[in-house]
Nanobody
């Protein structure tokens, strides 16, 4: 059974930090590109960051570059998102996702698996 368990969300003040984690099971983790998406209330889900199978290549949406860091541990089948200098506009439900597309792709159409989502709320 494929399962993605996310953790680390919560409430933080603007300028603060959070670290999201996503633990995968039931898949050969190292063969999947891993991504984070987010969905704010009333808005479409959008790409946040992705990391290649090896972990050597990472990609970010412009608004989080320099503040967020995506990483993975293939031995532990986990992907993380370190979020620093958080802003109120980062408030959203964050989802981890896995697929076999190139990490440079930002589309979600080819995502094979989704996590259940974790809420991140940034107060001003």
């Amino acid at each position: 059974q494929v399962q993605f368990v996310e953790s680390g969300g919560g409430l933080v003040q603007a300028g603060g930090s959070l670290r999201l984690s996503c633990a995968a099971s039931g898949i050969t983790f190292s063969t999947y590109t891993m991504r984070w998406f987010r969905q704010a209330p009333g808005k479409e889900r959008m790409f946040v960051a992705s990391i290649s199978r090896s972990g050597l290549s990472t990609y970010y949406r412009d608004s989080v570059k320099g503040r967020f860091i995506i990483s993975r541990d293939n031995a532990k089948s986990t992907v993380n998102l370190q979020m620093n200098n958080l802003k109120p506009e980062d408030t959203a439900v964050y989802y981890c996702a896995a697929d076999r597309d190139s990490a440079s792709t930002t589309a979600q159409v080819n995502v094979d698996y989704w996590g259940q989502g974790t809420q991140v709320t940034v107060s001003s």
